[in-house]
């Protein structure tokens, strides 16, 4: 059972979808990812990894106008784009967006799965997506195999974010309010922690000239790797223990 907010998927945006694909895959040695026809209608084109039972998504313009060609543009070249959370009580987090005064920009209701994009100018640092799904191992996102299930798999995945925003408290106090959580401070760093699946969110002060944005994906992985950037992400490769825990 899914006992509190788990972040389930991040997504990177970047000019060359084939090409940060194969350095991913390259780098981590993920399986063949899934490739969703469906993101087409917003003018993308996207392959979704499974790390762990956790998923990295890139996705990349393919029609002038998209949200992700702005955010490009925006930062300056390819970055982390957007972060889902998977939720136990996804109509109690709606009920918190809206009493927050929160746009919700796309939304989605399936039998398995559901989903709610949030405004980027309400939630500063990503576009965050608070989505659940049954049971609760599965992710229909990630594809067919995926769908009402959850398929042999390696262990770990992802264990943290780093967002960097103009305001790091504020920001951390609104995405903590929407997924129901509080803010801890770190020597000055506000974090929110999703203690229930051992993730944390640390903001950070965005670069000067440089526009929010997600700029490290931490990973829990089965050896220990040195960091890599990669489409403009910093990827913090950790070994887990036996207890399951990153070391």
Known sequence: MLAGPRLRQVALVAADCAGTARRLQET???????????????????????????????????????TAGRYLQ??????????????????????????AGIRVVWQADYADIAGTHLHPKD?????????????P?????????????????????????TI???????????????LGLTVTDDAGTPIVLLKHAGQDLRFAPAAPGRAD??????LSTET????V??????????ARTRGGESA
């Open 28 to 66: 981590f040695n993920w399986p063949d990812p899934f490739h969703d026809q469906g993101i087409s209608r917003f003018g993308l084109t996207n392959v979704v990894f499974a790390a762990g039972d956790t998923f990295v998504e890139v996705v990349s313009p393919v029609q002038p106008g998209t």
């Open 74 to 99: 925006r930062r300056g070249g390819d970055s982390g784009y957007m972060a889902i959370f998977q939720l136990p009580d996804l109509a109690a987090a709606r009920r918190r967006v809206a009493e």
């Open 123 to 135: 939630m500063p640092g990503a576009i965050v997506s608070l989505d659940w799904a049954e049971p």
């Open 137 to 161: 191992e599965s992710w229909r996102w990630a594809g067919p195999e995926w769908t009402g299930q959850a398929p042999q798999h390696s262990s770990g995945g992802l264990s943290g974010l």
């Open 164 to 178: 960097e925003v103009d305001d790091p408290a504020a920001a951390a106090a609104t995405w903590a309010g929407v």
């Open 213 to 218: 944005g997600i700029t490290e994906v931490r």
């Open 224 to 227: 220990e790797m040195p960091p």
């Open 229 to 238: 950037e990669i489409a403009g992400v910093r990827f913090v490769p950790a």
